[in-house]
């Protein structure tokens, strides 16, 4: 079963405005991961935050996490072309594995 | 650095046949694994590794089978295909299985079974 959930599923916005997704997830966790999947291709690692870290940044990306109401957000500021992709969030599972979520797909229009 | 390379990056089979997936990493990480990713599924863990000599079953292990084969390689075998695994699938590697390691992925296989 998929850990995380990802909200909204589709997301289309014009080059420059910010982009936010939200990822809901159902059992504690130490920490979530962020990945970006463009097409046709594997996913790439974007970050990860801490369960005792509230926000994390990472040049245009910025994390934020709500362990109280199991969700953390993504968001793109400033976005680009070469955003479009696919972002997922990741939860570990008990013995260590990652659960994904079902990903969100971003459209930015030049 | 190649990272992890998986082949083939496309494959059609027909019902009944066998295939292997072979996948490659040259990171000198501990741990490997496949998933498959299906529209509106996500990534569902098939089976992995957590050392060279272990594998365990993922969350959708039935009708296949894993190898691995030395530090660097990890294998996913369909002993007889069905339409039902008609899919992406991704090799991904980390570090080690503890809950801090970003996994690292190939650009995957993608499987069609006719």
């Known amino acids: 079963s998929q850990q995380g959930e990802e909200d909204p599923q589709a997301l289309s916005i014009q080059e420059g405005e910010n982009a936010t997704m939200n990822c809901s997830y159902k059992?504690?966790?130490?920490?979530l991961q962020w990945y970006r999947q463009n097409s046709g291709r594997g996913l790439v690692h974007l970050i990860l935050i801490r369960s005792n870290e509230r926000e994390k940044h990472s040049g245009r990306l910025r994390v934020t996490l709500d362990t109280s109401k199991k969700s953390s957000s993504l968001l793109i500021t400033a976005s680009r072309a070469a955003d479009t992709a696919s972002y997922f969030c990741?939860?570990?599972?008990?013995?260590?594995?990652?659960?994904f979520g079902k990903g969100n797909q971003v459209v930015v229009i030049p | 650095n190649a990272g992890v390379t998986q082949t083939p990056k496309f494959q059609v089979l027909k019902t009944g046949q066998s295939m292997t997936l072979q996948c490659a990493q040259d990171?000198?990480?501990?741990?490997m694994y496949w998933y498959r990713q299906d529209p509106g599924m996500g990534l569902r863990l098939i089976y992995y590794?957590?050392?060279?000599?272990?594998?365990d079953k993922g969350e959708v292990p039935n009708g296949y089978n894993v190898s691995r084969l030395n530090k660097r390689e990890f294998s996913l075998r369909l002993e007889s295909a069905a339409p039902s695994q008609t899919s992406v699938y991704f090799c991904?590697?980390?570090?080690?299985?503890?809950?801090?390691?970003?996994?690292?992925f190939g650009d995957g296989t993608r499987l069609s079974i006719l």
């Open positions: 059992t504690s966790i130490n920490n």
């Open positions: 991904a590697s980390s570090p080690r299985t503890v809950n801090d390691q970003p996994q690292h």
């Open positions: 990741a939860t570990v599972l008990g013995n260590n594995r990652l659960a």
């Open positions: 990171m000198n990480h501990n741990s």
């Open positions: 590794s957590a050392s060279e000599g272990t594998t």
